[in-house]
């Protein structure tokens, strides 16, 4: 099993998690993992604050700049299955550590890249850390919910997303504290009234800003990936036996079988391209909406539902640990599609309070799909995580047909009708498709 190495004459052990003593030694290993969850959220909101850094630093057209998003979503798209096909081999443990070291060699070509000015380079390095982050979350969400009793697996994983709501929130005060606020911006008539010299100089300190924030990164996530090398972490049952039945193709085979598994691949598509969709208008909704507001004062709107996002998942953990996570997801899916319909009916203030307080109930959506998707899978975990985690595409997707939708219709809030549509999507799931059939294939 390469790193993943623990007492192995103990015979028993496998069966132990659930008593006192394995739970103790179970809370180092799993609080490692709540740390990835805060380290992914960094790198996944960094960007936004360095689309409008770069944009003026390299004068990018908004295609130009929405290269920033496309990079992270195709680098998430294609690692998944690799990173699964490699922890079959290799174990959980190994490719957390694989996928740390990805995200610190991205995060490390920050300093020549912006030494040399050089964009592609930057897409390069966002392209190294979705990978890295696309094996962390293949191997990180499955580790979180088997670590432990499978009935409580649903809390496990909830709580470690909370870690990844408080990341999300510290990124935006970091990067603006340490990037945005580091060299002010300037407007097109100043920039017009430096010398070539001068503005050569301004763009460069403005992408300089970035090598010290992301320099940090490096230290911490390398720090974190010695913790976890010299750390033991629990056997995982499926990590067993792996035969020549265990090979991608057959495993595939098994899995499209599985009902719960494909609905929750649908629904996790489903979830992250209406996440991405509600929150990439939300400023532009306020701006069209409300008379007289700046982008700026808007941008109070998106910190707002960042903040109900964070309520949601405290509120939302506690709950999954006492309902059914199904019936707490459906009721969740269900009062954010009711929101989104208000959105796009009311319009106005109230429409837009309604989109704001939506991110409260999108909150434990994409855990609880991930748990309720992997359950059951065996010895498929690994593979049928990995199609789960490639659903972060539907970012990509959704969130362009919203912009298609609102450019028809001259208005955002009637394109919020697509995010609800997404949202019932996952309510038929939670509702009627997400307890796995009682067969055998």
Request: aromatic content about 12%; charged content about 10%.
């Amino acid at each position: 099993m390469g790193l993943l190495t623990i007492h192995h004459h103990h015979a028993e052990y496998d069966k132990s998690l659930e008593n006192t003593n394995s739970k103790g030694k179970a809370l180092i290993p799993f609080s490692l993992l709540c740390s990835l969850f805060f380290l992914w959220a960094v790198a996944n909101n960094l960007n936004d604050i360095l689309l409008p850094q770069f944009q003026q630093a390299f004068t990018l057209s908004n295609f130009q700049a929405g290269l920033i998003q496309s990079s992270f979503y195709f680098g998430y798209f294609i690692i998944p299955i690799p990173a699964g096909i490699l922890m079959k081999k290799l174990g959980y443990k190994s490719g957390i550590l694989i996928g740390l070291l990805f995200y610190a060699a991205g995060a490390a070509l920050f300093w020549p890249a912006a030494s040399t000015m050089n964009y592609s380079l930057f897409l390069i390095g966002l392209f190294v850390i979705a990978a890295g982050l696309g094996c962390l979350e293949t191997a990180a969400n499955p580790f979180v919910t088997v670590l432990g009793p499978e009935e409580t697996g649903h809390f496990r994983i909830n709580l470690a997303q909370t870690f990844n709501s408080f990341g999300s929130i510290l990124a935006v005060v970091f990067g603006q504290g340490l990037i945005l606020a580091h060299v002010p911006h300037q407007s097109e008539a100043a920039q017009q009234a430096m010398s070539p010299e001068q503005l050569s100089n301004y763009k460069h300190s403005l992408v300089l800003a970035v090598q010290n924030p992301y320099l940090m990164i490096v230290g911490v996530v390398l720090f974190i990936a010695i913790l976890i090398a010299i750390t033991s972490f629990p056997k995982i049952k499926d990590e067993e036996q792996v035969t020549t039945d265990d090979q991608l193709i057959p495993s595939i085979k098994r899995l499209i079988h599985k009902r719960h598994w494909r609905w929750a691949v649908l629904s996790q598509f489903c979830y992250v391209g209406a996440q991405t969709a509600c929150w990439s208008y939300l400023i532009r909704y306020a701006v069209e909406e409300l008379p007289n507001v700046t982008a700026s004062f808007a941008a109070n709107y998106l910190t707002a539902t960042m903040v109900c996002f964070f309520i949601g998942r405290i509120s939302g953990t506690w709950l999954v640990r006492r309902y059914k996570p199904n019936k707490v997801l459906a009721l969740y899916a269900l009062i954010a599609m009711i929101l989104c319909l208000i959105s796009a009916a009311a319009k106005g203030h109230v429409g837009l309070i309604a989109l704001t307080l939506c991110s409260m109930f999108m909150s434990i959506q994409y855990p609880t799909i991930f748990s309720l998707g992997i359950k059951s899978l065996g010895r498929d975990t690994k593979y049928g995580s990995s199609f789960i985690v490639m659903g972060i595409i539907g970012g990509g997707v959704v969130t362009p047909i919203m912009g298609f939708v609102s450019d028809a219709a001259g208005n955002i809030p009637t394109a919020e009708l697509i995010p609800a549509l997404c949202f019932l999507v996952i309510f038929i799931f939670a509702k009627f498709r997400s307890t796995p059939e009682n067969k055998t294939l």
